[in-house]
């Protein structure tokens, strides 16, 4: 089974645009989340897709968006970028009533100047 | 509200056993994990245990669970230099795909 896939790998925007990240989960899992990794904050949950919907969300700005599709493929939005978005953009899925077991893919490594 | 703790690094002999510590404070969590992420890379699943549970073992790898002290450990046996990277605990409760980590364990492992 191929494992969850990301898109781009590395991305390079300018303060002020937008950018849209791409997450294709493992065939058959139907929850997706999103995490951002820093060196300084770590690992820290943005939200989490299941069946096209938002079941949960992390404290992060309104510029942070999600949705997923019907074919259960996930997009993360940023708007208005700043300094501080630059991190690991990671995508995990999961198929529900596993023990929740979350797989991750490499993540988008998004760097704002 | 959820934390996690993890002491930040740890540096063992090749072959030795590593054991990493973690706490947390959310009484209802249901399921802890582990995490392993290498340089460049996402992060790989190693074991989970249920929060009813006291050990689980796979393979080189113990879990060790205190519910009672909220502290989750990760044993790794007869560690080789292919076991360096960051290890991760986290925690989720309730049926939710939302995991809250801890900073991550950097295991440098000695030749």
């Known amino acids: 089974k191929a494992g969850v896939t990301q898109t781009p790998r590395y991305l390079i925007k300018t303060r002020g645009q937008q950018v849209t990240l791409s997450c294709s989960p493992i065939?058959?899992?139907?929850?997706v989340s999103w995490y951002q990794q820093t060196p300084g904050q770590g690992l820290q949950f943005l939200f989490e897709?299941?069946?096209?919907?938002?079941?949960n969300k992390g404290n992060f700005p309104g510029r942070f968006s999600g949705r997923q599709f019907s074919n259960s493929r996930s997009e993360m939005n940023v708007s208005t970028l700043e300094l501080g978005d630059s991190a690991l953009y990671l995508c995990?899925?999961?198929?529900?009533?596993?023990?929740?077991?979350?797989?991750f893919g490499p993540g988008t490594r998004l760097t704002v100047t | 509200g959820e934390d996690v703790e993890q002491s930040l690094f740890l540096s063992v002999r090749e072959g030795d056993s590593s054991v990493i510590n973690c706490t947390y404070t959310?009484?209802?969590?249901?399921?802890l994990y582990w995490y392993k992420q290498e340089p460049g890379a996402g992060l790989q699943l190693l074991t989970y245990?249920?929060?009813?549970?006291d050990m689980k073992q796979d393979q080189r790898l113990t879990v060790l669970l205190n519910k009672k002290d909220k502290h989750l450990s990760l044993r790794i046996a007869d560690t080789q230099t292919g076991d360096s990277a960051i290890y991760f605990c986290?925690?989720?409760?309730?049926?939710?795909?939302?995991?809250?980590f801890g900073q991550g364990t950097t295991l440098q492992v000695k030749p």
């Open positions: 959310d009484s209802s969590s249901t399921y």
């Open positions: 897709y299941f069946s096209e919907t938002q079941r």
């Open positions: 995990a899925s999961s198929s529900v009533g596993t023990a929740y077991e979350q797989y």
């Open positions: 065939s058959g899992h139907r929850s």
């Open positions: 245990i249920f929060s009813n549970m």
């Open positions: 986290a925690e989720t409760s309730g049926n939710t795909g939302k995991l809250i």
